[in-house]
């Protein structure tokens, strides 16, 4: 299976912040399973986002 784009910054923003739809969540879900370079940047939102 070939990934012809990756996630934007807002898609991996808005998913770090649980602010998709369940649809949209699914996508990013998927997707970042798949493909370590959106895992690896959604982990630096989850970062910003995490309280800490
Ligand atoms: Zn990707």
Known sequence: ????HHLSEQLLMAYAAGALPEAFNL??????SM???CRARLGSYETLGGGG
């Open 1 to 4: 299976m070939t990934i012809r």
């Open 27 to 32: 996508v990013v879900a998927t997707h970042v």
């Open 35 to 37: 493909c370590s370079e």
